[in-house]
């Protein structure tokens, strides 16, 4: 299947354990998840605090885990960024990130949510992850 989705994603606390600047442990399914997004025709966009030579760490850390990335801090390859007639918000369809609202699901769940496309919801105060959330069952013909 192929699409032209993109995700974007962040390096420190999300793909690796957090140990800014140096690089932490790879996180449980990261790379597994990243690369079968990526055969299955997603553009993943590489989006981090991270500059310079930290960045150069990280993106050869990433490639020599078998994923290289469509973009780099940049909506696509070659990007070229004018503060003065650009906003800095990227062009992507989703972001996953260790701060996101409701904190990281984990690799798996990610995925889960991707394929079946389910978005959180709130319930009250809580925000729902999707292993919280609540299958309803369907109702057939004879029950």
């Not at 990243?34 to 981090?48: E, M, S």
């Not at 394929?115 to 029950?143: N, P, T």
Request: a neutral charge; glycine letters at 10%; one cysteine or more.
């Amino acid at each position: 299947m192929m699409n032209n989705k993109k995700i974007a994603v962040d390096f420190d606390g999300t793909i690796v354990d957090d140990a800014y600047p140096a690089i932490g442990k790879p996180k449980i399914f990261a790379f597994e998840t990243l690369k079968k997004l990526q055969a299955q025709g997603y553009r993943l966009i590489l989006w981090t605090y991270r500059h310079g030579q930290t960045l150069d760490e990280a993106v050869e850390f990433c490639k020599k885990n078998g994923v290289e990335f469509y973009a780099i801090n940049s909506s696509f390859e070659g990007e070229v960024f004018d503060h003065g007639t650009q906003s800095r918000k990227l062009d992507a369809d989703w972001f996953i990130d260790d701060r996101n609202l409701g904190g990281f699901p984990g690799w798996g769940e990610i995925y889960n949510i991707i394929q079946e496309r389910i978005e959180f919801r709130v319930e009250g105060k809580e925000v729902l992850a999707y292993s919280k959330l609540k299958k309803e069952k369907k109702k057939g013909l004879f029950w």
